[in-house]
């Protein structure tokens, strides 16, 4: 083949154009699996490197992946506007793939490591243990970087993670209810399985335990048309003290339904949102939350996917970002 340049290696062996220049530069980076089938690709090509193509090989900062389910809620979409940011500042081109959990896992990632992306930032929280094996199995045979951006799987120990201690944030504050004398608390979470919740649910159950209280978690959906129809009959025959929405968009949507059943907030029932998004404010009262700094994850998430792909080094792959109680009107 006359003309061999480095996309078609990178195009014949499925890999990002980080991933060749890795292979001749850096091959100690790089899985076995793929530096072989690397080098094999470029032998059969007969790929020579010329001193401008190893300069073009070597840039390590052309396009990052963003992996995401649903770009319309309000706290995905304050990630997106911290790594963007940071993307923007590097001069980085974004490629935003949607997936959800009833695709085939191994076609969505096929169709990644196709358009040949330097580097993934992994925002999907909605996949299963085995969906998520695939996924990052997928991604690191094929040698590119990857972070998960709040996507809080346990089982990646060597995977870069930016988050907040999810579990911890809810256990403190459950307890805060409880040192106030609340004890019949709720936490009102999905029906749909999200990694972050899980987390949350985690952190609530152990506060109640060690209060030698029965947890009471209430699932419902994250759609607000649904859960105030399961809101409204939620509320009746029960003694609430105080209740916690996984988000804040369902902890407002309660508390909407709580007051028009003449319920007062906070007199009667305290409620706390987990996110702190822009509705917070909107609401009446104005709600209290755990404070996520979403968009704080998403740029410091970026930042990290920077060293990883610039082979800087990284002292820190598991970062847990601060988090605090926003105290207004609703507890």
Do not use: W
Not at 68 to 97: C, E, H, P, Q, W
Not at 260 to 267: A, I, L
Request: aromatic share 6%; hydrophobic share 40%; net charge neutral.
């Amino acid at each position: 083949m006359a003309n061999v340049t480095i996309y078609d290696v990178a195009g014949a062996a499925k890999v990002s154009l980080a991933t060749v220049s890795r292979v001749m530069n850096n091959p100690d980076k790089v899985n076995p699996e793929t530096r072989e089938r690397v080098l094999r690709v470029i032998k059969e090509l007969g790929y020579r490197p010329n001193a401008i193509a190893r300069g073009l090989a070597s840039r390590k900062t052309t396009t990052v992946g963003i992996m995401m389910a649903d770009v319309s809620r309000a706290a995905t979409a304050a990630i997106l506007g911290g790594v963007i940011d940071i993307a923007k500042k590097y001069n980085y081109a974004l490629k935003i793939f949607s997936m959800s959990d009833d695709e085939d896992i191994k076609d969505v990632m096929s169709t990644v490591v196709s358009e040949q992306v330097d580097g993934i930032i992994f925002m999907n929280d909605e996949l299963d243990s085995n969906q998520m094996n695939t996924a990052i199995t997928r991604i690191q045979d094929a040698g590119i970087p990857v972070v998960l951006c709040n996507a809080v799987y346990d089982q990646f120990k060597d995977v870069p993670l930016v988050a907040i201690d999810y579990e911890k944030a809810t256990y403190d504050i459950t307890k805060k209810l409880l040192e106030k004398g609340k004890k019949d608390i709720y936490l009102a979470s999905t029906v749909h399985k999200y990694t972050s919740n899980f987390k949350k649910v985690l952190g609530y159950e152990k506060a109640m335990k060690e209060a030698g209280l029965e947890p009471l978690v209430f699932r419902t959906s994250g759609d607000v048309s649904i859960n105030s129809l399961h809101f409204t009959e939620f509320v009746k025959n029960r003694h609430i003290d105080a209740l916690i929405g996984v988000r804040d968009s369902i902890a407002i949507s309660f508390m909407n339904i709580a007051i028009k059943q003449g319920f007062r907030v906070p007199e009667d029932i305290s409620v706390i949102g987990l996110q702190n998004i822009k509705y917070a404010v909107l609401s009446r009262p104005n709600l209290t939350c755990i404070d996520t700094p979403g968009y704080d994850i998403g740029a410091v998430s970026m930042r990290l996917l920077t060293k990883i792909m610039n082979n800087d080094e990284v002292t820190e792959t598991k970062v847990f970002l601060p988090y605090s109680v926003v105290e207004r009107e609703s507890a």
